[in-house]
């Protein structure tokens, strides 16, 4: 059979490869994308889970590089449905004419370069062979579904699913007996939707996490107006804040203020909508502890003034770490879906699962049947999804041998020994830790500039030097000194009790901002592609 080849192939069409494949269109590239699901939209199209929404404000959420999208395209919520999201992206692909350059189905099972051809070869699992000059990943952060460690998962004889790979059919909820483990960010939104649509709902958590008020609702017409007028003012909000998103710190300390007024502006943010309550705080409490552990007491009396029982309220409460140092689920009434009398908390840590039977959950106390469990157990996140592609560099070496203890890259976007791959949406780039779309589009402006400087210059091979990942490694390892969030088991520290080896601390994201990173990225560019090497 022979080789497909193209200039460029993108991995993904989700959210980064959509506009990646836009860019390269528009420079007369050869391009392809694969994609794994059989259609566009990444975690929108997979992730179909009742309650799955973003947390970003929607008109901060799409695309700001296209006037025609931005006008005609109307959000219905301040945060839009994962239906109305994926929506747009498919809106968005046909508009751009994109689809025809997509090929779904196709899961790639590994990717070796050839280091006299300066090409990649990428064997799907349909056993087809591609090869291309410049490959680019756009697998996503949260892309690599894992189930739970229980003895007898297999056994389950009712309906089970990883929220991941909710069926794209209608699920009847009516008159079931549900069990959701996990209460992560969708486990979260999980509950809150099925709390009121079930026969009971059982909760099994671990580690309870911090929650705070989404505050969603409708964009009237007005509004809408309102919106499609400011767009330049949003962007460049974003663009000024470190996380991309509109909510920015509040530059003032917690002690320059009364208690009194302290408590007035908490609970402004508080009753403000999205991530308000987590990044337009006092600049310094998500990274003092002092103030950090006032903070979090205040949004512990809201979850008691919140939960009816006490005992069950506390069990919510987290013990371990400190608001904000985890990624902080918005929802929607999930605190008062414990008020209800078919809502049920189960704490492992008083009474553990022993495993799944064939009719439900056996725990330490007593075993429970169910006709549904939902495994909301989370991601393998930022690097599992390249852990599941063999990606093969110079000398043989494997990128999952590199990253054994962790993810080795310059600026998140190449990693040495791997010439001629473009790690967008990897680990250690702004995409990480901020606001998705507008650090994706940095991150894409950035790539297709530099491929359209090899073009013109013909050069066939870029690689990021030895030294230039060094120098980053450790400039990522530094920014995590004395951050609280690096105190905290958590995906943003590549914890994962799922996962054999994540067990500690591993350096995933970048702390710097995205700003700072975006003038990082110019000035490699202004200085020749410091750091790489162009052959």
């Known amino acids: 059979m022979a080789q497909e080849h193209h200039e460029v192939i993108i991995i993904g069409a989700g959210v980064c490869g959509i506009y990646m494949l836009h860019r390269i269109l528009g420079m007369g590239v050869d391009v392809t994308v694969l994609e794994a699901a059989e259609g566009p939209g990444g975690t929108w199209f997979r992730n179909r889970y009742p309650g799955a929404r973003f947390d970003s404000e929607s008109y901060t959420y799409g695309y700001s590089f296209n006037e025609e999208i931005l006008q005609e395209w109307d959000w219905s919520e301040h945060f839009a449905s994962q239906s109305e999201t994926l929506s747009y992206l498919e809106f968005v692909v046909e508009k751009l004419d994109l689809r025809g350059h997509m090929q779904f189905g196709c899961k790639v099972d590994s990717a070796r370069f050839d280091d006299e051809a300066n090409t990649w070869t990428l064997v799907l699992s349909d056993g087809r062979e591609l090869t291309t000059g410049i490959l680019v990943t756009a697998i996503g952060m949260l892309s690599a579904a894992t189930l739970p460690r229980?003895?007898?998962?297999?056994?389950?004889?009712?309906?089970?699913?990883?929220?991941?790979?909710?069926?794209?059919?209608?699920?009847?909820?009516?008159?079931?007996?549900?069990?959701?483990?996990?209460?992560?960010?969708?486990?979260?939104?999980?509950?809150?939707?099925?709390?009121?649509?079930?026969?009971?709902?059982?909760?099994?958590?671990?580690?309870?996490?911090?929650?705070?008020?989404?505050?969603?609702?409708?964009?009237?017409?007005?509004?809408?107006?309102?919106?499609?007028?400011?767009?330049?003012?949003?962007?460049?909000?974003?663009?000024?804040?470190?996380?991309?998103?509109?909510?920015?710190?509040?530059?003032?300390?917690?002690?320059?203020?009364?208690?009194?007024?302290?408590?007035?502006?908490?609970?402004?943010?508080?009753?403000?909508?999205?991530?308000?309550?987590?990044?337009?705080?006092?600049?310094?409490?998500?990274?003092?502890?002092?103030?950090?552990?006032?903070?979090?007491?205040?949004?512990?009396?809201?979850?008691?003034?919140?939960?009816?029982?006490?005992?069950?309220?506390?069990?919510?409460?987290?013990?371990?770490?400190?608001?904000?140092?985890?990624?902080?689920?918005?929802?929607?009434?999930?605190?008062?879906?414990?008020?209800?009398?078919?809502?049920?908390?189960?704490?492992?840590?008083?009474?553990?699962?022993?495993?799944?039977?064939?009719?439900?959950?056996?725990?330490?106390?007593?075993?429970?049947?169910?006709?549904?469990?939902?495994?909301?157990?989370?991601?393998?996140?930022i690097t599992g999804a390249f852990d599941r592609i063999e990606f093969v560099g110079v000398g043989g070496q494997k990128l999952a041998d590199k990253w054994r203890d962790g993810p080795i890259t310059y600026m998140g976007l190449q990693v040495a020994g791997y010439p001629n791959m473009l790690t967008l949406a990897g680990p250690q780039g702004a995409s990480v830790s901020s606001n998705f779309p507008p650090a994706i589009e940095a991150g894409v402006n950035w790539a297709t500039e530099l491929i359209q400087f090899m073009r013109e210059n013909h050069y066939s091979r870029i690689e990021a030097t030895p030294e230039a990942e060094a120098g980053w490694t450790r400039e990522i390892m530094d920014s995590y000194e004395g951050a609280l969030l690096t105190q905290t088991k958590s995906w943003f520290t590549g914890y994962n009790s799922n996962v054999d080896g994540h067990d500690k601390l591993r350096y995933m994201i970048y702390l710097g901002g995205a700003p700072t990173y975006r003038e990082r990225l110019a000035s490699i560019t202004e200085h020749g592609y410091e750091g790489f090497r162009l052959a």
């Not at 911090?210 to 663009?239: M, V």
């Not at 998500?286 to 979090?296: A, C, F, K």
């Open 150 to 381: 229980i003895e007898g998962v297999e056994d389950y004889e009712g309906q089970a699913f990883h929220t991941y790979y909710w069926p794209h059919e209608p699920v009847d909820m009516a008159g079931k007996r549900v069990a959701v483990i996990g209460t992560g960010a969708t486990g979260v939104q999980v509950i809150s939707e099925l709390a009121d649509k079930v026969a009971e709902l059982t909760v099994y958590q671990r580690r309870p996490n911090w929650c705070a008020p989404l505050h969603n609702g409708p964009i009237d017409e007005d509004t809408q107006a309102e919106i499609k007028a400011s767009y330049d003012e949003i962007f460049e909000r974003c663009a000024a804040t470190p996380g991309g998103f509109l909510h920015g710190p509040d530059r003032r300390a917690f002690d320059e203020v009364s208690e009194e007024e302290r408590l007035e502006f908490w609970e402004k943010i508080y009753n403000s909508r999205g991530f308000e309550v987590w990044l337009g705080n006092f600049r310094d409490v998500l990274v003092e502890t002092g103030p950090n552990e006032v903070y979090s007491e205040f949004i512990a009396n809201k979850i008691r003034e919140r939960v009816h029982d006490p005992e069950t309220a506390e069990k919510l409460i987290p013990k371990d770490h400190g608001f904000g140092t985890r990624r902080v689920p918005l929802e929607t009434n999930y605190y008062e879906a414990y008020n209800r009398d078919n809502v049920h908390l189960v704490d492992v840590n008083e009474t553990p699962i022993e495993r799944i039977t064939p009719g439900g959950i056996k725990t330490s106390d007593q075993e429970r049947e169910f006709d549904i469990i939902v495994y909301a157990t989370g991601f393998d996140a």
